[in-house]
Each structure stands twice: as C-alpha cells, then as structure tokens.
C-alpha cells in the first residue's frame, strides 16, 4: 500500500469535512456578536489537530495492517476454531 492509495481512500472523507467546514463557516447557526469572532481561530485549529491526529493514527494502523499483510500473520486461534482474544470464560 503506498501514500497514493492511501490519499485516494481518505480523499473523500477530507472533502466531506471540508465541505462541513466552510458551510460552517459561511452559515452559522446562530448570530454572534463580533467580540466572540475569534473562536474561529481556535476552532480551526482544533479541527487541524483532531485531522491531524485521526490521519496519522489511520496511518499507523494501515501501516500495521499491510505489514500483518505482507508476512501472511493473523490472529490466534484457540482449538475450537474461534480467535482466542474473543473467547472469555464467564462464571456463572
């Protein structure tokens, strides 16, 4: 999986929420006074850095899944045919 595939999947979603962004921006919910402007700002980048985070840790985790890919590994299965990490004994 190389980074082009890897923009080509996630474009989508980045257009979506560009979309949301500036309708946001051009339509607000309600009005404001003009001293309360410069939420903009931090709103911004708070959306910068919750992209930012959910992108690298995509990336992290297609990272993981191509590598778990590339040396044919999977998940332990326990002998009766289920993953192992799913099967938890319950008291009862």
Request: glycine share 8%; proline share 7%.
């Amino acid at each position: 999986m190389d980074i082009g595939s890897l923009v080509a999947r996630q474009l989508p979603v980045l257009i979506a929420l560009a979309v949301a962004s500036v309708t946001e921006i051009l339509v607000p919910l309600r009005s404001q006074p003009r001293l309360l402007n410069g939420r903009l700002a931090t709103n911004l980048t708070l959306l910068a850095i919750t992209l930012s985070l959910g992108m690298l840790l995509n990336l992290i985790l297609a990272i993981g899944a191509a590598y778990v890919h590339q040396h044919r590994m999977s998940a332990p299965r326990s002998p009766r045919g289920g993953l192992g990490a799913a099967e938890v004994p319950l008291k009862r």
